[in-house]
């Protein structure tokens, strides 16, 4: 089952912040962030594993609730380059190993 | 490293058409995986691998075939396209499916008409 992302989308101007979250109904081993611009791949922003580890880059942050399976995306001071859309992945490990699934994504707009 | 590799870009077959959509790594990734993304669905997992050998389906996997004999390569083959089929496919890799960054192929643009 897909996570959820909220808001589905939302508009800045350059130097506002934002949150994307997404939820899921299973407990998570990892849950992942991505940024899609039109007609390109996704690209990767973050990984957040149970148990406090992240991996991703520096100017963007975010936190991962693992008791309510939830994550957040901060996108702070945010500039032009990043507008697009951005997906949560979530996996859940076990019986499950492998199954890396994305939400329907968040498209984000930032106006000079 | 040419990365994640997806032939062809762009492709149009008629209703019951067969066709295989390639892809390869040359990162010597484990874990590779296909994906369609249609409007308003984000990233839907078709089918995934954890090795050569290893197959296992996703969420939407009716409508398609892969197999994995090597490392480098993961073919996803539609066995009789639909229209329902149309949809741009991304593939991608990685060394885990859980803790390393998934590696995203072009994409290939497929419509069935």
């Known amino acids: 089952q897909q996570p959820v992302q909220s808001p589905q989308a939302v508009i800045l101007r350059e130097g506002e912040d934002a949150v994307i979250n997404c939820s899921s109904s299973k407990a998570l081993y990892s849950v992942h962030w991505y940024r899609q611009k039109h007609g390109e791949a996704p690209v990767f922003l973050m990984i957040?594993?149970?148990?406090?580890e992240q991996k991703g880059h520096e100017k963007i942050s975010a936190s991962f609730n693992e008791k309510k399976q939830q994550s957040s995306l901060y996108l702070t001071a945010s500039q032009l380059s990043y507008s697009g859309t951005y997906f949560c992945?979530?996996?859940?490990?076990?019986?499950?190993?492998?199954?890396?699934?994305f939400g329907q994504g968040t498209i984000l707009t930032v106006h000079p | 490293n040419a990365g994640v590799t997806q032939t062809p870009k762009f492709q149009v077959l008629k209703t019951g058409q067969s066709m295989t959509l390639q892809c390869a790594q040359d990162?010597?990734?484990?874990?590779m995986s296909w994906y369609r993304q249609d409007p308003g669905m984000g990233l839907r997992l078709i089918h995934y691998?954890?090795?050569?050998?290893?197959?296992d389906q996703g969420e939407v996997p009716n409508g398609y075939n892969v197999s994995r004999s090597t490392t480098e390569d993961f073919p996803l083959r539609l066995l009789s396209a639909a229209p329902s089929q149309t949809s741009v496919y991304f593939c991608a890799s990685s060394y885990s499916p859980s803790s390393y960054e998934q590696y995203f192929g072009p994409g290939t643009r497929l419509t069935v008409t």
């Open positions: 992945g979530t996996e859940s490990g076990g019986t499950s190993y492998g199954k890396l699934t």
């Open positions: 691998s954890v090795g050569a050998g290893i197959t």
């Open positions: 990162m010597n990734h484990e874990y």
């Open positions: 957040l594993l149970k148990g406090g």
